[in-house]
């Protein structure tokens, strides 16, 4: 029987190869009102999902047995609207599109703190409980750029200039038309607007 608690820990399932890693993110999360498990390999990881529920996947993109463009679709076959955020290296930035493309609700680039997975895990919760639109397919790549540009900001905000800015130099750079780049625009002027609807606050990636 569950123990009734005035807040239900969100399971979270850690997909990396790391131990080390996986211990760290475990003990951080878990510190902060988490329940986490962890997988080292993909034979545990596949095991763990297809045994347990879990709210949240945390994923490293490379892992030695299989690619983690393979384990996400996997995700996605056993729940559609899984939120899972995936673990990277600067220089995937080529399959963190691919996978937001697939769905990943995120990207975090190595190295990484718990604060970081903290607000990447609860910016995909409320998306998730207030429906806010998904990164679609068409503009799943700029999206993946604007994250990486985050990632290398001190300080933003959803109406950061910068962020933008320097995505849409780069996108240009990538040889991204100008007509995806205005749908990107404006998904994103549509998301933080239902952001700011609903109540929410919510500061994209550090």
């Not at 892992?63 to 729940?79: A, H, Q, T, V, Y």
């Not at 679609?136 to 990632?151: K, L, P, Q, S």
């Not at 200039?161 to 996108?171: D, M, P």
Request: net charge neutral.
């Amino acid at each position: 029987m569950k123990e009734k608690s005035k807040q239900k820990k969100k399971r979270v399932l850690i997909i990396d190869d790391e131990i080390d890693i996986c211990g760290f993110i475990k003990e951080g999360l878990s510190s902060i009102n988490y329940y986490c498990r962890y997988a080292a390999t993909v034979e545990k990881a596949v095991k763990l999902l297809e045994t347990d529920e879990f709210d949240a996947v945390l994923l490293d993109i490379r892992l030695p047995e299989k690619n983690g463009i393979e384990i996400l679709k996997k995700i996605r076959s056993f729940d559609p609207e899984a939120v899972v955020i995936m673990l990277t290296a600067v220089k995937d930035l080529e399959t963190a599109v691919d996978t937001m493309k697939l769905g990943a609700s995120d990207y975090i680039t190595k190295p990484f703190n718990i604060e970081r997975i903290d607000e990447a895990l609860k910016e995909a919760f409320k998306n998730k409980e207030y429906n806010i639109d998904p990164v679609d397919e068409n503009i799943a790549d700029i999206e993946a750029i604007a994250r990486g540009v985050e990632a290398r900001q001190e300080m933003f905000d959803i109406h950061s200039e910068r962020v933008e800015a320097q995505t849409i130099t780069l996108a240009h750079e990538m040889g991204i038309p100008d007509k995806r780049l205005r749908l990107w625009q404006i998904w994103r002027s549509r998301r933080s607007t239902k952001s700011i609807t609903n109540g929410l606050i919510i500061k994209w990636s550090r």
